[in-house]
């Protein structure tokens, strides 16, 4: 989906928002909106892995300037080099919303695993024993 919104038809605070080489993402919600509710807590779960990779924006209806593309709420709306991309109405499920993350912002990296030291303290008083070639050095060492 493209845009048929001008870009100047935007209030000053979403111009300056888009103005960025990172996807942007709007998220359009209200605090009396059942709907909104439900799908507040889905969208903050999923955006989380992506707060590096892109620049998310959770904007309530009442408080933030009308957004011309902004009908109903929960809306959400997926922004790459100030181009529209995509409109949800809804989020959907949360598959399918992940499904969308990973179409406009791409895929997030797993997690590094703490690795387990391939070593112990036990291994390393061996290795410094057997270390030791002087016999003057092997008595001070207490071996």
Same mark, same amino acid.
């Given at each position: 989906m493209t845009s048929t919104t001008a870009q100047t038809a935007l209030a000053p605070t979403y111009r300056k928002a888009l103005k960025t080489w990172r996807p942007v993402i709007l998220y359009f919600g209200n605090q009396h909106c059942p709907a909104c509710e439900e799908a507040e807590p889905v969208f903050r779960g999923i955006a989380e892995a992506y707060r590096h990779r892109a620049d998310i924006y959770m904007l309530n209806t009442r408080e933030s =300037?009308?957004?011309?593309?902004?009908? @109903?709420? =929960?809306? !959400?709306?997926?922004?790459?080099?100030? #181009?529209?991309?995509?409109?949800?109405?809804?989020?959907?499920?949360?598959?399918?919303?992940?499904?969308?993350?990973?179409?406009? !912002? @791409? #895929? !997030? #990296?797993?997690?590094? !695993? /703490?690795? #387990?030291?391939?070593?112990?303290?036990?291994?390393?008083?061996?290795?410094?024993?057997?270390?030791?070639?002087?016999?003057? /050095?092997?008595?001070?060492?207490? /071996?």
């Open positions: =300037p009308r957004h011309p593309e902004v009908t @109903g709420t =929960p809306t !959400v709306l997926f922004y790459k080099d100030g #181009k529209l991309l995509k409109k949800l109405k809804g989020i959907g499920t949360e598959q399918s919303l992940a499904a969308d993350f990973v179409a406009h !912002v @791409g #895929k !997030v #990296k797993p997690r590094s !695993v /703490a690795r #387990k030291p391939g070593h112990d303290l036990a291994w390393l008083r061996r290795t410094l024993r057997g270390l030791c070639t002087v016999a003057r /050095a092997r008595s001070l060492v207490g /071996a």
